[in-house]
């Protein structure tokens, strides 16, 4: 007898509907998995046999064949153990032949029969209601995935008794009432109040927040770069309600979602060690899976130490602050990461960290040379801010801190620039003035008279290239929208260029 129940399967950020089809017919007893299916789907077949076996099912001396259709795309994992299942209970008649109609299945088979969590269910449900299912079967450690997803019922499942018992009768598992708790990507407690004075830091940090422009920060040990780049997040606008989504379902694809929450509250901060892998930061894997790139997007990517990166790995990030998207290509497929992300990088002006302070900086002017020719010109040139950090002094580490500016109203800052370009850009597919794509930069960029006289001069004193002058203007629209003023003015650009510059020849 013949049986089809649908499931579904990942290739980058991108669900696919995959059909899981079962024949159960007289013939030379075998078990076979066909449908361009690797070595993890392959061994479903003695993970079910023997889930079965101990739920008190025994597969009949028959043979039995399962094709995953479309069988052009290549199948990996264990989310299909499930599925399986199912559809040979329903080719062996064991549970009514329409109960799996209309259903979306997913989930890991042990030996026990008990049914473990598979990672990517999110994407998955909103795969499921886009094509009209009624619901989905899913995993019960999986279960506060399904919270996430409105107008769906969701039933997980712990073992394939309760799977038996659903499909038979519709009975539900006594944990469908619980509650899910919240839990963000990024939970340290940190503000911007801890950091003593730093002021032109400050200023950076909302720039960078208000138009998700790229920072770097250059200073010695011990300045406060790493904790100005950890607070970025305390600042950024508020996730909206399709970011949420968008976001969650990375992070279940990569298996990296909270247990305790079906969505993720804050944005991502990612702080991947300058030792990574190109590998781990793009993305990687027979079909790619998300790197570190993809796990930041519309949050903030922090790379420490960046000269000390291995240079293939750097350039490597030149795409994605470009294109905001990542492409890796396999023999068999080819994926599009996205790539949003706000790069927040630190790095010491020298190897030992104190140049310019001859007192202290034992680096030869050919080791400080080499040391800052690691970071490429076309890297560079895609960082809009560029801030030198002072070491703090006595007197503001002793300070008592009551004055110093917190979090909370560095985000109102941030959060009134956002509010301009939600308005601006509200027929546009962009959301912050760094993704302003250049043939809109004249339409969105007015200039008073003086501030396009002070650009003209720059670009030639300076010698921008193309990419330098559509990222000063850029800049410039988000430090005129803090100002709240429409038209940017001279002194727009005079503090873009500032940032622009800061630190190339230093």
């Known amino acids: ?18 059909r899981v089809e079962a024949d159960v017919s007289d013939g030379f007893p075998s078990f076979s998995i066909v449908g361009s299916v690797g070595t993890q789907v392959r061994e479903a077949q003695e993970r079910v046999r023997t889930a079965l076996r101990n739920t008190g099912i025994r597969l009949p001396p028959k043979r039995i064949t399962i094709n995953l259709s479309p069988g052009n795309l290549r199948k990996e994992g264990t ?29 890991e088979l042990h030996l026990d029969g008990s049914i473990g969590a598979v990672p990517g269910v999110l994407p998955s449900l909103l795969l499921a209601r ?62 911007f109040s801890q950091i003593r004075g730093q002021e032109a830091v400050k200023r950076v ?10 920072l770097m920060l250059s200073g010695p040990p011990g300045s406060g770069k790493s904790m100005a780049a950890r607070r970025i997040p305390t600042i950024l606008p508020p996730l909206t309600e399709k970011e949420r989504l968008e976001i969650s379902g990375i992070y279940s694809i990569a298996g990296r979602l909270p247990k305790s929450s079906p969505l993720l509250h804050m944005r991502p901060f990612r702080s991947p060690h300058h030792t990574i892998s190109p590998a781990a930061l793009c993305g990687g894997g027979r079909i790619p899976h998300p790197g570190e790139i993809t796990l930041a997007h519309r949050g903030v990517l922090f790379l420490d130490e960046l000269p000390e990166m291995r240079l293939s790995t750097l350039e490597l990030l030149r795409q994605p602050l470009e294109d905001r998207r990542i492409t890796i290509s396999r023999l068999d497929c080819s994926v599009s990461f996205p790539a949003e992300f706000l790069l927040a990088a630190a790095m010491n002006p020298c190897p030992c960290g104190y140049y310019p302070d001859r007192n202290r900086c034992t680096c030869t002017q050919q080791m400080i040379r080499k ?26 580490l002793k300070g008592g801190g009551e004055d110093a500016v917190s979090s909370a109203v560095m985000q109102q800052q941030v959060m009134h620039a956002a509010e ?62 803090l100002d709240n003023e429409e038209r940017i003015r001279a002194d727009h650009i005079s503090e873009a260029i500032t940032y622009r510059s800061t630190g190339q020849n230093g």
């Open 130 to 191: 886009e094509a009209g299912c009624s619901g989905c079967v899913i995993p019960a450690s999986n279960r506060f995935e399904g919270r996430a997803v409105p107008d769906m019922q969701v039933v997980g499942v712990k073992n394939l008794q309760e799977l038996l018992d659903y499909l038979k009768a519709g009975s539900l598992p006594d944990w469908q009432e619980e509650t899910a708790g919240e839990e963000s990507a990024y939970t340290e407690k940190v503000d």
């Open 1 to 18: 007898m013949f049986c089809s129940v649908l499931s579904a399967e990942i290739y980058g950020v991108e669900t696919v509907p995959v």
């Open 420 to 481: 301009i370009q939600k308005e601006r850009y509200s027929r546009e597919s962009w959301l912050f003035n760094s993704e302003l794509p250049s043939d809109a930069l004249d339409r969105y960029c007015p200039l008073t008279d003086e501030g396009e006289r002070l650009l003209s001069r720059a670009f030639s004193s300076l010698g921008l290239s193309a990419r330098g002058y559509h990222r000063i203007l850029k800049l410039s629209r988000t430090i005129a929208d």
């Open 205 to 214: 940090a909302v720039i960078a927040a208000s138009g998700f422009h790229n």
């Open 371 to 396: 040391y800052r020719q690691k970071l490429s010109g076309p890297i560079l040139d895609r960082i809009d801010l560029r801030c030198d950090v002072q070491e703090v002094g006595y007197r503001d």
């Open 79 to 107: 989310r299909f153990d499930l599925p399986i299942a199912v559809a040979i209970l329903s080719a062996m008649e064991r549970i009514p032949a329409a109960s799996p109609e209309g259903l979306l299945f997913l989930g």
